[in-house]
């Protein structure tokens, strides 16, 4: 078992609120940077640009920026990664005049860059700089710099890159989410670049999991039981819809329904008896997370979908939890 003692605790906690304080600042200090019209410069590049996003950086940068190229590409900017090293060996032909390149390095001095600086000036290529210095051989090259905050680093050694890495972190945030905006990037679209894992399954829509044509449990209103017992059997979904002459649903009947109201003359009456009247329904567009939210609230299982009041499916809850949908 492991002992911690009041004052290790103290001295602990004490060095991480000095880190979050002074990334905090860095991150404060970023604002300013950014107001000598840079940002918009940048942006105005990376929208215009034909081809791809290529982000480039050594060691730290070069972590922070794989992540900015992720999440470019994954919001609707295409987007990739070229390690400065692999570069001079064969990679500088991924990169093309169409495209704009993103270099990444806190000093501005990284010698793995020269050949993909050169590289960019000899092609016309647009360079967006992301350093702190921009008298640097980096900040000279670029056509455009966003200037990072000369502001030391959370590290007590003011050697391992901390704040400086937080700052290029948020800043490839910041980019990111300029171009979602500018782009007009949707939940849809995005859903269309995460049909995997959590995300896809909190975007997916009602549409995308309901039952249809004749897996739907549908019967004119005036139906008799023994006939709804048998469609809501064959179908297997625990329920059973009811529609007037104007294909409209006015009324949806569950096997709890039916488990409440048994009687010896159940199979003489008439399905409309019986029914719940104007149930809740839901559009195909809307999200199955907000069916799942209306089943939990309502303590219901099934929806019907509809539209003009129409109905077009059922969804029912084992639909949504068997995809992930939470």
Not at 164 to 172: D, E, H, I, K, P
Not at 250 to 268: F, H, V
Request: charged share 20%; aromatic share 2%; proline share 3%.
């Amino acid at each position: 078992m492991i002992t911690m003692t009041a004052e290790q605790t103290h001295t602990d906690l004490n060095s991480a609120f000095r880190t979050i304080d002074s990334e905090i600042d860095t991150i404060n200090k970023l604002r300013g940077t950014l107001s000598d019209g840079s940002l918009t410069q940048a942006l105005d590049l990376m929208e215009k640009a034909a081809g791809r996003i290529i982000i480039t950086g050594m060691g730290k940068s070069g972590h922070i920026g794989k992540k900015i190229a992720a999440s470019l590409a994954s919001t609707g900017t295409p987007s990739f990664f070229v390690h400065p090293a692999e570069a001079s060996h064969g990679d500088l032909g991924m990169i093309t005049e169409k495209d704009v390149v993103i270099a990444i390095s806190n000093s501005g001095e990284s010698k793995e860059l020269i050949d993909i600086l050169n590289y960019c000036k000899r092609f016309g290529i647009p360079l967006i700089a992301v350093t702190k210095n921009s008298e640097s051989s980096l900040g000279k090259a670029g056509d455009i710099v966003l200037r990072l905050p000369n502001n030391g680093e959370a590290c007590p050694l003011g050697l391992a890159p901390t704040s400086s890495t937080t700052a290029t972190l948020v800043l490839g945030d910041i980019l990111t989410i300029g171009m979602i905006e500018r782009n007009g990037f949707s939940k849809e679209d995005f859903n269309a670049r995460h049909p995997g894992g959590k995300l896809g399954s909190i975007l997916q829509r009602v549409s995308d999991l309901m039952h249809t044509g004749e897996e739907m449990p549908i019967l004119e209103e005036h139906t008799n039981m023994q006939a709804a017992l048998l469609e809501m059997t064959s179908k297997r979904l625990g329920c059973v819809g009811f529609v007037n002459a104007s294909g409209l649903l006015t009324g949806m009947l569950t096997d709890g329904d039916l488990r409440r109201c048994l009687s010896p003359q159940i199979l003489e009456q008439q399905a409309c008896s019986l029914m719940t009247r104007n149930p809740k329904t839901i559009s195909k567009e809307a999200l199955a997370s907000e069916a799942l939210k209306i089943m939990h609230d309502k303590k219901i299982t099934n929806l019907f979908v509809v539209e003009n009041n129409k109905p077009i499916g059922v969804i029912h809850i084992h639909d949504l939890l068997n995809n992930g949908v939470v």
